[in-house]
């Protein structure tokens, strides 16, 4: 069994930062990719980011500039790093991650979800 907690979440004005934590626990052998999804009212969830265990990372073109992500593969934790948000981020965040049990193929876990808004 795998569990994500997520931290961080919450309001803040225009212009303001946050920063997301993402922390795995559980029967964890190893973790390949962790990313961050999000969703707003009434649209799709869309990747904001991703990283894989040896750091590479990707982004939506729309969080490029102002969102970084980063791992800690000691703590088994992910983290996003949003600056300079806009109304538009607005959603609940979720984190996810591939991860490998024993030897056995990664399945991906996510975690619960923490809203983000940003409103003045």
């Known amino acids: 069994q795998v569990q994500l907690v997520e931290s961080g979440g919450g309001l803040v004005q225009p212009g303001g930062s946050l920063r997301l934590s993402c922390a795995a626990s559980?029967?964890?052998?190893?973790?390949?990719?962790m990313g961050w999804y999000r969703q707003a009212p009434g649209r799709q969830r869309e990747l904001v980011a991703a990283?894989?265990?040896?750091?590479?990372?990707n982004y939506a073109d729309s969080v490029k500039g102002r969102f970084t992500i980063s791992r800690d593969n000691a703590k088994n934790t992910v983290y996003l790093q949003m600056n300079s948000l806009k109304p538009g981020d607005t959603a609940v965040y979720y984190c996810?991650?591939?991860?490998?049990?024993?030897?056995?193929?990664?399945?991906?876990?996510w975690g619960q979800g923490t809203q983000v808004t940003v409103s003045s």
């Open positions: 990283i894989t265990s040896g750091g590479s990372t």
């Open positions: 559980g029967s964890i052998f190893s973790i390949n990719a």
């Open positions: 996810n991650a591939d991860v490998r049990i024993a030897l056995l193929s990664p399945v991906r876990y």
